[in-house]
């Protein structure tokens, strides 16, 4: 079983800005009302969809709010993400920091109000 997130949402152009700019995502899939983007390892993607499209029912049809929603992205070495992102001049929601139970992490948001948790697991 795999797991694929997707956004609907007006704002297409970017969100495949954000997603490949800053976190090296490719597109796998893009026509004029979807978005498909991987990882740089292939290995999750996550889809983008114009709201009120007349080819989907209207369970996909809302464009999503903001809120409520975030994405854990695992990394190898968070400190040069974070580094790296900084140089890029990505909005950082959470400062670098560890927790208690083991993560090293900071936190961006996409355009569509998705927060994006990095985050490197330590043993607490």
């Known amino acids: 079983m795999k797991l694929y997130a997707g956004v609907v949402t007006s704002k297409m152009e970017e969100s ?4 490949s700019e800053l976190l ?3 597109v796998t899939f893009e026509n004029d009302f979807y978005l498909l983007m991987h990882t740089p ?3 999750a993607e996550i889809s983008f969809l114009l709201p ?3 080819s989907q029912q209207p369970l996909f049809q809302d464009a999503f709010q903001g809120q409520g929603m975030f994405l854990t992205i695992e990394v190898e070495d968070v400190d040069q993400k ?3 992102l ?6 950082i929601k959470i400062a670098l920091r560890d927790e208690l139970w083991g993560d090293r992490h ?3 948001e996409d355009p569509n109000g998705v927060g ?3 985050v490197e697991y330590h043993q607490p």
């Open 86 to 91: 900084k140089g890029k001049g990505a909005d």
């Open 106 to 108: 900071f936190a961006i």
């Open 24 to 26: 090296d995502f490719d």
């Open 16 to 19: 495949k800005a954000f997603y």
């Open 82 to 84: 974070f580094k790296e």
């Open 52 to 54: 009120d499209h007349p």
């Open 41 to 43: 390892n292939k290995q």
């Open 116 to 118: 994006i948790d990095i």
